[in-house]
């Protein structure tokens, strides 16, 4: 209300202290009485009498010139009587007070006006008062209604319902009072709604008012994030097609990051999910700001490759607003990564350009090509290296270290450092990496690849892979078979999401040998994330949608803390493979993917697998007959095989009987031959074919670490006990570790066992900077683990190109 000066200040007092003043003028009604004295020849002051709390009353004001004193007293008479005479409320300093310095600050305003702002909604039921209802205050010319329903008086709105006010009335911004309640109170807006259809008000023309910046109450509610008055007002038939500013109500909410208002607002009107504004020509999915709105309108069909006024995708939008998390949903949802917009510039080119190495790491590991240019001939090498901004040699790093290749000074006229071969040198855990030299057609490899991979498992835009993937012709053998009547094996460790480093090196594949994964091997092994990837590619998938998969799932998974919640990833696995889809309903390649059936001691390996095994040794199946058996591979499911192989102690509760495989076979290759040679003696005999191939891929090899202590003795001191716990956690590292382990003597046992049966073996595990966990969920560290898979392969680009020879010749 402002300051108030003592002369005007609200004061108790008591009646007595005006026995000895004469009274000037009076009001009386009933037992309430309003008088002014002359208290001396130069102090005037007048004085309301409580009727219920003699002998007190209240001072209202306290003036020197009795014709000021008079005049104030009578306006006092006319507007302030009102109030006391309908409201008991009104006999309190505080409330005085606050009438007396509205009535003075706004003399513009009618009695509701002044009874609104105070809150004294019982003060409308005065005639006096109640015969403003209506009126506007000259100012901002806002009626009572506008001025209760802006501050979210409920109690004001319903009784100023009572004298039917008009709804539609404007002020000076051309807001009607449901622009205001649809700001911030859907209780408030639903009385309106509810009034004007008891009015016989048509309801679309009440909610449709635009104001004059041309908004709607719908758009008003989804910029202030109201996610149940937009319900309200689209019920009540708001137009979602009226436009404010070029922009409509989707895309206000997606600005205003409610994605509870963009989910309404679809639900009433799916065709709302591509509109596009008229000044950029931008969808809702350009304007998305959080990855939540981006799988929010992508599950509501949103067209992930639609072109904006210039050409660009979203993708484009994400890369250049530096949002990872929105590029990585497009990403993993199928966008086209080397789309490119009028002026010819990819995503990579935008993210080059604003220097985000993040980004541009992603956009790599999912396919970018490092060397396309725009139509100014000039490369996302060029650009971050004209740009120049803060990070941009990091860029540049990331580009040159995956063979980001010179500028072509005959077209770009280029005549910076860009124009040179890049030479770079740094380490990854451990592993010196240097530049390579430009790979003769490597790129051009990569793209008659993705055409070939495609042929074979066509990706729908929807990016939806199922177990009835279509293919093209049942396939009873690989190419390698075919043509060298040998057998060629995959087996791929455990190691939680560094599955993601599983699936870059099979792109590799595919991108070497032109064919997907599907069609190389015979037989695919995988323990824990490798097992779930045997499955998926076997069921259909490509390499490229799991991928997109992983990078969904984790967020699914991994939320809150470990143990995880094991309901997620089973519905999760539901919804990829079937629910009812058996091991035995797609019988080539062979899969074999490990369990632990822990219920027993010692604890036994098992596979699951798409063919039936023979007991060899009936003594020994007799001798476990006590323990309840795994379902034959024509009743296991699909999904409850995936679980079961990712049952990672801590990580997730048990599947049955059944733990992680990575407890005794995370490198399950050796575990995989010896059980095909078992199949081979007992089922196949004369007619079984000879291992040709064995390819083994790793999650990685983490960066060596020193260890302390790793000591367990009995402490002689306080100094000992520290030393002791910490040998004590050392030493359960190293048994985890070394239960676990991946790479080192299991691989080397590996390659001396296909050495002495003359069996080429490759095995491929990319160096990592640093130890990812199992359940790493953070974006920014997993593609920069995939980056550094990405190097590696270059770095091993003789031993890709011999391998994929191998596989296909």
Known sequence: MGTTTSSSRVEETISTHYDYASVLEEQVNGEESFRLYRVTSCRFEAILYNPKHSPHCFSLYRVPEETEARKKFRDFCKRLAPFYQSSPKCYNSEVLQDLISCLEQHPDWSLAHVATHVGLSECLKHKEIADSVDSACKDKQRTPLHMASRSGKMDFVQTLMEHDPRLLVKDKSGNTPLHYAAERYPEILDSFLKKAKELGNQLAEVVNTTNSSNQSPLDIACRYSQGDSVQMLLEAGADPDKSHNGCHPIHIAIDAKSDSCVATLLEFHPEQVNVRDSKYGGTPLHWAKTKEAVELLLDS???????????????????????LDCTIVLLSRGAEVNSQSKDGSTPLHQAAMVQDVDIVRALIVFGANVNITNKRYETPRHVATVVRQHGWQEVVHALGFVGAAACDKSKSRCTLECNKPFQGEMTIGGTPVKAAERLPGYYDTIKLAAAAVASVLPQSRSYQDSVDAPRKGPHKESIFKSRHKKEAILSMDGGGIRGLILIQLLLALEEFTKQPIIQLFDWIAGTSTGGILALAITHGKSARYCQGLYFRMKDLVFEGQRPYDSEPLEKFLKQEFGESVKMTSVLHPRVLVTGVLADRRPASLHFFRNFDVPDEDWDAAQSISRFSQPPKPSDQLVWRAARGTGAAPSFFRAMGPFLDGGLIANNPTLDALTDIH???????????????????????????????????????????????????????????????????????????????????????????????????????????????????????????VELGKLLTS
């Not at 891929?697 to 670490?705: E, R, S, Y």
């Open 678 to 800: 078992k199949y081979n003696r007992l089922v196949r005999g004369d007619t079984a074919c000879s291992f040709g191939l064995v390819v083994s891929l790793g999650t990685g090899v983490p960066p060596p670490m020193h260890v302390q202590s790793f000591d367990v003795f009995k402490p002689e001191s306080i100094w000992d006990a520290t030393n002791v716990l910490m040998g004590a956690r050392a030493l359960g590292e190293l048994l985890v570790d070394q239960a676990t382990a991946t790479h080192g003597p299991v691989v080397e046992r590996a390659r001396a066992w296909c050495q002495m049966l003359g069996t080429p073996y490759y095995r491929f595990s990319s160096p990592m900077s640093s130890d990812v966990g199992l359940d790493e969920t953070d974006d920014r560290i997993l593609v920069k683990m995939l980056w550094e898979t990405r190097v590696y392969v270059i770095q091993n680009y003789k031993e890709f």
């Open 301 to 323: 069909g949103a067209d992930i490759e639609a072109h904006n006024h210039d050409g660009e995708t979203p993708l484009h939008i994400m890369a250049r607003r530096k949002r």
